[in-house]
């Protein structure tokens, strides 16, 4: 008798073994990654959620973001399970409402929104579970919790001064960055006289007379092609700005020598004869990068979030707790 309850037990185990084998391989085809209080989480609602996030401007982008996306998809069942449970949950008038005021943040009505959703192969539902789940812990946070955010006049304060001080820093360090250190520039241009052949002496001597010619009839990069009427083939480059450190110093000095508007040379160049207008010269100073301070009521609620996330952080904690949360997908699981 003893020997046969043994043997059940053992195909017990062995059929309870298989059956969760194939839960998980269940769950695997079907892109199931976590399951919370027995609600599905799958890739393709995480896939959605990452694109609906991109709508919303609250994207992610450090880290990995499609972990993130999973936790916070299990707070929301968590928070609407809760928020039934204690019958605060939020109402299909007040999950309108939202999505009307969502709408309207993003510059358009609610046929505007759902087509943007469609667009992105969004689902409705995907955003209205994002939005019940922000009305329920809300309602919570201030029934279940007597939790109010308030934000005291002092606190701003001291948060926009942190800000401005960190602001100033920065615009500090910009400052003193060497690239942004005023440049002097010279503007040049190639003028090159080319022969067929680099050996011909009597060719080069000719082009050499020729480019004196035009040395004599320059008066400025703009009169370039005038300065060359009557000469054979010449061909005039377009200006360059050269940062005037980093111009060879015998170039430099040449330039400084003839002054802006004047040309140089002749001198031998790769194909030929080459004349080097100066253009003029010019200081370049970087703009001093635009940083604006925020609105005091940005930093309000800016504050006034922080709170709110402090507080969602503290009583989330709690309600895992009483949650059950299976990850389908080790790689998806917290360290």
């Known amino acids: 008798m003893t020997k046969t309850f043994c043997c059940l037990a053992v195909l017990l185990c062995a059929l309870c073994l298989l059956d969760s084998s194939q839960s998980s391989a269940r769950a695997a085809d079907q892109g199931i990654v976590a399951t919370v209080n027995d609600v599905p989480v799958t890739t393709h609602d995480i896939d959605q959620r990452l694109r609906l996030l991109k709508i919303l401007g609250r994207g992610q982008e450090s880290g990995d973001v499609r972990k993130k996306a999973l936790h916070a998809m299990i707070d929301e069942v968590i928070k609407i399970a809760e928020a039934k449970k204690y019958k605060v949950d939020a109402t299909d008038k007040q999950i309108d409402e939202q999505l009307g005021r969502v709408a309207k943040g993003l510059k358009t009505d609610e046929a505007g929104l759902r087509a943007k959703l469609q667009a992105q192969g969004i689902a409705t539902s995907s955003l209205k579970q994002y939005v019940a789940a922000q009305i329920a812990f809300a309602r919570i946070l201030g029934g279940k919790y007597q939790v109010k955010i308030t934000v005291d006049p002092a606190e701003v304060d001291k948060k926009y001064a942190e800000i401005k001080q960190g602001m100033e820093q920065k ?124 609105t005091r009521q940005q930093v309000e609620t800016a504050v006034s979030n922080e709170k709110y996330d402090a507080a969602e952080e503290k009583y989330m904690k709690i309600m895992r707790k009483g949650a059950l949360i299976e990850y389908k997908d080790p790689a998806y699981a917290p360290p």
């Open 171 to 294: 615009v500090s360090s910009v400052m003193n960055d060497p690239r942004m250190k005023a440049v002097q520039v010279y503007n040049i241009i190639e003028i090159d006289l080319p022969v067929e052949s680099a050996n011909d002496a009597m060719l080069l001597q000719a082009r050499a007379i020729e480019a004196s010619q035009l040395i004599k009839n320059f008066n400025g990069c703009n009169n370039a092609r005038a300065a060359a009427s009557g000469i054979f083939n010449v061909k005039i480059g377009k200006p360059i700005d050269a940062v005037a450190a980093k111009i060879p110093k015998p170039l430099k000095e040449a330039l400084d020598h003839v002054g802006p508007g004047q040309a140089m040379g002749p001198a031998r160049g790769k194909n030929g004869i080459q004349v080097i207008g100066f253009c003029g010269k010019r200081t370049i100073q970087p703009p001093k990068p635009n940083f604006e301070l925020p």
